[in-house]
């Protein structure tokens, strides 16, 4: 593989979270009086930080969101993580099969280390996650589509950026690899294929991707 190291966003590409998290940011924004449907929050607020839907509401309305945002939310997407999430269909041959290749692998995510690890203890992807292998954008100052998070985990992982492919579900992400100088393959099983059209390649099967990297 011409690859030396593959980095996985985490929500939409190893753990099917984005329904439900979008799902309950929209409700929860509602609540608040800054109405938001489920397809506004996925176009706005998928793959992007917290800080990013305090920054768009305050532009928008002129008004800040309350101080206990951020831990009622995420206590809200806990509670249902532990419910219903699931991995990605086919995510987990991906990751034996770079696993039984020696290919070294990472995730990073604009989600905080707690949802992170909240989410593949409850799929069991935490096996394949252990110390060392998990970035969140709590690391770096900006996150996507800044391509801070991506160069903080190519350098931790000691490798060059024009050396690692990114597997990404958000055209946040893909902004934010092509920033940082490296391939991207965007991954469409939720985001129409013209909104990744700056990714490398394309696929809409996770179990296609194995194929893809060969």
Known sequence: MRYELVVFDNDGVLVDSEPLS?????????????????????RDYMGAALHRVHDLVHERSGERLPADFDDVFHGRVFAAFERELQ??????DVLEKL?????????????????IRVGHRTTGLDRWFGEGRVF???????????????????????????????????????????????????????TPAEKL??????????????????
């Open 197 to 214: 059209k700056d990714a490398d390649a394309l696929f809409g099967d996770m179990r296609e991707l194995t194929g893809l990297l060969a």
């Open 136 to 190: 969140s954008s709590e690391d770096v100052g900006r996150g996507k589509p800044a391509p801070d998070l991506f160069l903080y985990a190519a350098e931790h992982m000691g490798v060059a950026p024009e050396k690692c492919l990114v597997i990404e579900d958000s055209p946040l992400g893909v902004q934010a690899a092509v920033a940082a100088g490296m391939d991207v393959y965007g991954f469409t099983a939720m």
């Open 22 to 42: 979008n799902t309950l940011l929209a409700g929860y924004l509602t609540e608040l009086g800054h109405p938001t449907s489920y397809e506004d929050s996925l």
């Open 99 to 115: 696993s039984a290749d020696g290919v070294p692998y990472c995730v990073a995510s604009s989600g905080s280390h707690e949802r």
């Open 87 to 92: 991995p990605v269909p086919g995510v987990v």
